[in-house]
Each structure stands twice: as C-alpha cells, then as structure tokens.
C-alpha cells in the first residue's frame, strides 16, 4: 500500500510540473489565433507558466516531505492476535 502511495506521489509531482506551462502555453496559442494579438502574448504567459509551474513543484515537494515525515515518525502498529509467530 505504501507503494502505491509513493508511486501517486510521483505522478503528481510530474503532473504539477508539466501542466500549468503547457496550458499557459496553449492557451496564449489560441488567444493569439482568436483574436491576433503578437507573440508577445507567447512570452508572457510562457514566463506565467514557468512561475506558477515553479510555485506549484514547491507545494507539492512540501507536501511529499511532510507526508515522508509523517510516514518515518510512525510508531509501528501493535501486535496483533494473529501476526505473532
């Protein structure tokens, strides 16, 4: 269970670095189509994305140190009646 735990973890960290750059990035690409502003609307909301894309990594490492924390502070779990050997 812990694998899988860890392993959603990691698709989140991708998922907030990848994502908010790529929408800033379409999204000055169809407002550019749409209504013919210049690549200017490319730059900024490229540096945006960039930002918020930083912003968001940095949450979510905190997140993941806070969980890992959390995860090694953990008494284990008393024997129970059926686990001793």
Do not use: Y
């Amino acid at each position: 269970m812990r694998f899988l735990s860890l392993l959603m973890w990691v698709g989140q960290f991708g998922f907030s670095v990848i994502f908010p750059t790529l929408f800033f990035l379409l999204l000055a690409v169809w407002l550019q189509n749409t209504f013919g502003l210049g690549p200017w609307i490319l730059v900024v909301l490229g540096i945006l994305g960039i930002l918020t894309s930083i912003s968001t990594t940095r949450s979510c490492l905190r997140s993941l140190r806070k969980a890992a924390e959390d995860a090694s502070s953990r008494e284990p779990p008393p024997i129970a009646f059926n686990d001793h050997h």
